[in-house]
């Protein structure tokens, strides 16, 4: 994969590339198959309200472990470790970034070694696909190993992670891979492949020609313009996976100029969003409207985002007066209009993406100063700096990627903003906070997709983000691996099944 994880513990993972491989040595009380279907991990069933595991009024969720599951270094798993990990996310000494839906926890008891009874302050319609599952962050964390810790930030665990999943921790050589060997006693069955390595190749071209030459066997999380390279392969297999993602434009509302709307709608409506899917997304992205994807049963079609027009963007800008200038570039009060825009170094299609829209905005008035930073340095914790976490951006370029649910209250809540959650935006508005709070509190559909609608409503009338494209996720294998089919949130969840 093109970028390399900053941590290897579950409980500070907050890129794809970081669960990536969180999947491959932790497993999840709860999964997705390769159709989105729940399926059993760590516990053993789905709980539901047919077998009692949810409780009528939806405030209770009881899993019952499996009991032939050991850590990586022989001790037992049990619903110890579960509760000292919903301890570990919810500590304020852990430089956590995202404590989403587990914040909606009032307790975790255990009745019994292998029995975990989740209490929740209120319903919480995407329980099961939140807590402890695909979705970031899922921990579950050895107790035996990290109980006494006062926190885990610095942690050699970090470095060096002892887990439940198919694959144990050999070596990290910083910079270039991650080693793993086979679990031969995992609970699931023997993996299939004795080793893998995860190469760190940041480089799209050079990591294509090594899947082209056989020196790699799979690319995980490839860009859109990578994709235009792999599907020309014959002996690559290309996997396209229609996820709840969006790729878009943040746009940082603390900055005193971005705060008027009329701005953020001039951005938006210079814009062409076909034209950068058409010239580089390669099919595999669709336009977008908010963040939603069409595909998804909350998405509402009703809802108008900004449509391409740079007269009406110039309109925009000048209706907040910001009036051309000699050079093209937008004036007020003598100052001009300049904006940083951020992007990942190593993402081949960002850096085009960022170029082109670049222009866009020149074109209407808008001076742009392109900022690249390494993927660790982008996608740092807030402690370390991190840029969306920081907020070191006027406009950032940002894949947003969640689970099936159509929740996506850390993203654009009153509550998520950094440190405590990722609406990277700093977005703060009531109204926003009561649609995503009423998508969440009810298991109606209809009530939901009513709080849904309302909620992509907001989202084209503020425009605290530019939703450009909706992704596909994009996995490449060679050809000769059996086995290989990624679920809508990680290519990683069946990996034990992997074979040549």
Request: hydrophobic letters at 40%; glycine letters at 8%.
């Amino acid at each position: 994969m093109t970028s390399e994880p900053n941590s290897l513990s579950p409980l500070f993972a907050l890129s794809d590339y970081e669960q990536v491989v969180d999947r491959l040595i932790f497993d999840v009380l709860v999964g997705l198959d390769a159709n989105g279907k729940l399926v059993p991990r760590l516990a053993q069933a789905v709980p539901s309200l047919a077998n009692g595991g949810i409780s009528k009024d939806g405030r209770t969720i009881t899993y019952h472990l499996r009991r032939n599951v050991r850590w990586h270094d022989g001790a037992p798993f049990t619903s110890r470790d579960v509760a000292f990990s919903f301890a570990a996310i919810m500590n304020p000494g852990n430089n956590v970034a995202n404590r989403h839906g587990y914040d909606q926890i009032a307790k975790v008891e255990t009745p019994g070694p292998y029995t975990v009874v989740v209490r929740l302050k209120r319903p919480y319609a995407p329980a099961l696909t939140t807590l402890f599952s695909d979705g970031a962050p899922n921990p579950i964390l050895p107790e035996h190993l990290l109980g006494r810790a006062a926190n885990l930030n610095r942690s050699p665990f970090n470095d060096a992670p002892v887990g439940t999943g198919p694959y144990k921790f050999l070596r990290w050589d910083h910079g270039a891979s991650i080693e793993l060997i086979a679990n031969d006693d995992y609970y699931l069955g023997k993996p299939k492949l004795a080793r893998l390595s995860v190469r760190i190749v940041p480089d799209e071209t050079t990591l294509t020609n090594q899947l082209r030459t056989h020196e790699l066997d799979m690319y995980v999380l490839a860009s859109v313009n990578a994709y235009g390279q792999l599907r020309s392969l014959p002996s690559v297999r290309v996997h396209l996976v229609a996820t709840h993602a969006a790729a878009n434009v943040l746009i940082n509302t603390t900055r005193p100029d971005l705060q008027d709307v009329r701005l953020r709608h001039g951005i938006a409506a210079a814009i062409d969003k076909r034209a950068i899917v058409r010239k580089l997304a390669f099919g595999a992205g669709t336009v977008a409207s908010e963040d939603l994807p069409s595909f998804m049963w909350a998405y509402d079609a009703r809802v108008r985002a900004e449509s391409y027009d740079p007269v009406r963007a110039r309109a925009l800008l000048a209706a907040a007066g910001w009036r051309p200038g000699a050079d093209g570039i937008a004036y007020k009060n003598g100052r001009r209009l300049g904006l940083v825009f951020a992007y990942a170094l190593n993402n081949e299609t960002a850096r085009l993406i960022v170029l082109q829209i670049q222009s866009y905005l020149r074109a209407v008035g808008i001076d742009v100063q392109l900022k690249g930073y390494n993927s660790a340095l982008m996608f740092a914790p807030y402690a370390a700096g991190g840029i969306y976490q920081r907020g070191n951006f006027d406009l950032a370029w940002y894949t947003m990627t969640l689970g099936v649910d159509p929740d996506a209250s850390g993203r654009f809540t009153s509550g998520a903003v950094p440190p405590h959650g990722q609406n990277y935006s700093r977005y703060r508005n009531a109204e926003m906070d009561a649609a995503q709070a009423a998508g969440l509190t009810s298991f109606d559909r209809a009530a939901r997709k009513r709080a849904y609608a309302r909620s992509q409503e907001l989202l084209a009338r503020d425009v605290p983000v530019v939703f450009v494209f909706w992704p596909k996720n994009i996995d490449a294998s060679d050809a000769r691996l059996h086995g290989f089919a990624p679920n809508p949130v990680t290519p990683a969840w069946n990996a034990q099944d992997w074979s040549f």
